[in-house]
């Protein structure tokens, strides 16, 4: 195992300190059939990603494809917008190596699972593995290096879809806890502890307890309850002094997929009826 990376004192620090193989550049001319996985910072600049350092990353891995003799696959760990490794990835290692993806290298997305306070300890016993490749070979290669290292694993046909997974992950992390802070500003207006109210809704909550509910997509949710509670807690949150943006988005997302499910049944129904008169 060859680590790559361009501060110098980490490089040192690997070396001195672990006894491993780091360096400052991507050498492949003597190596053999090898997986190289693209870790790279992708930081957010506003509301986009920031690609530079990721693409400068890609383009010395093309550089160092098109000098060696052997067949690489290139992994995607980085958290990066769906489609990055089939779109900038490809392009960029194809362009750089002179090669196709797919016949002179391998491709696929392979999202890490790590979190800060104890991502040695997640590296080493994964909870959940995923890939993504469009190729089986490719994909058969990743679980077989990565199985090993136990936890679930999951494979796709796409690596979008492995890319998909990482952002909802970490921004369905981030939803929750920032509901959550909305919940606590409100309760200590109104005088409630929240840890034990917390503590029993993720108890008593479907949401919070059944895996499979509210995953779907593509519906609004409905009922007596939801709705009017939703509305309801907005105006309740505002008495007491507090405003609720990601709840008030909550409303205004579900009003918006009872808008489109509409359009696509009344277009439906459009279709059937000018297919009847046609046929009549």
Not at 27 to 33: C, G, I, K, S, T
Not at 43 to 61: C, I, K, Q
Not at 234 to 248: I, K, Q, T, W
Request: one cysteine or more; a negative charge; hydrophobic letters at 40%.
């Amino acid at each position: 195992m060859t680590f790559i990376d361009t501060d110098t004192s980490r490089l040192d620090e690997l070396r001195s300190v672990y006894g491993l193989d780091a360096r400052a550049e991507l050498d492949l001319r003597d190596e053999l059939d090898s997986f190289v996985f693209l870790t790279l910072p992708t930081p957010n600049v506003g509301w986009e990603y920031d690609l530079r350092a990721f693409t400068a990353g890609t383009t010395s891995v093309g550089q160092a494809l098109a000098d060696s003799p052997g067949r690489h696959t290139v992994v995607v760990r980085s958290t990066v917008p769906p489609g990055t490794t089939e779109g900038l990835v490809r392009s960029v290692l194809e362009r750089c190596s002179g090669r196709v993806a797919g016949v002179g290298f391998g491709l696929a997305a392979n999202p890490e699972f790590l979190r800060a306070a104890s991502a040695e300890e997640d590296f080493r016993s994964p909870w959940m593995t995923v890939v993504g490749s469009r190729d089986p070979e490719t994909v058969a290669g990743l679980v077989g290096l990565l199985a090993s290292f136990g936890g679930e694993l999951r494979t796709f046909d796409s690596p979008a879809e492995a890319e998909f997974v990482k952002c909802a992950h970490n921004i369905f992390n981030a939803t929750k806890i920032s509901f959550w802070n909305e919940m606590w500003l409100v309760a200590r207006e109104v005088g409630v502890s929240l840890d034990p109210v917390a503590a029993t809704v993720a108890r008593s909550a479907e949401g919070s307890f059944n895996p499979e509910y509210g995953i779907r997509g593509g519906a609004p949710y409905g009922g007596a309850c939801l709705p009017k509670d939703t509305c309801g807690f907005v105006g309740f949150a505002a008495g007491v002094g507090v405003d609720m943006p990601l709840l008030r988005a909550v409303v205004a997302t579900n009003e918006r997929l009872a808008a489109v499910m509409r359009r696509e049944v009344e277009g439906v129904v459009g279709r059937e009826a000018v297919g009847g008169a046609g046929r009549a």
